[in-house]
């Protein structure tokens, strides 16, 4: 469970290669003025990615940068990520995945 105080970014990667095979990853985060656009180069700083200012649909973009910068963190290590669950809510993300050994 990776549950720091505001952004994740930081320990995205390291979360991804301790879980086993198969296991579950729970990842929060409360940067929302980063993910939800109001400061996007801190969003592509730390994600990878650039919010769309005043979207009405700041809960699903903000968990979408989220799985990206997962899968990414993921790749690098021939890692993948399967999306079990995603909660948006007032001023936090919340994502469950499984982590898999890619096969290929």
């Not at 990776?2 to 086993?20: C, E």
């Not at 969003?43 to 979207?55: E, K, L, M, N």
Request: aromatic fraction near 10%.
């Amino acid at each position: 469970d990776l549950d720091p105080y505001g952004s994740a970014a930081p320990f995205i990667d390291g979360a991804v290669q301790a879980v086993v095979n198969g296991g579950m990853l729970a990842v929060t985060c409360t940067d929302m003025a980063a993910l939800g656009g109001s400061h996007p180069e801190t969003c592509y700083g730390r994600y990878g990615s650039i919010p769309i200012q005043r979207a009405k649909y700041l809960q699903e973009l903000a968990l979408r940068i989220l799985l990206y910068s997962l899968s990414t963190a993921a790749a690098k290590y021939g890692r993948t990520i399967k999306p079990i669950l995603s909660v948006g809510m007032n001023f936090y993300i919340r994502v469950f995945v499984e982590v898999w050994d890619d096969k290929a």
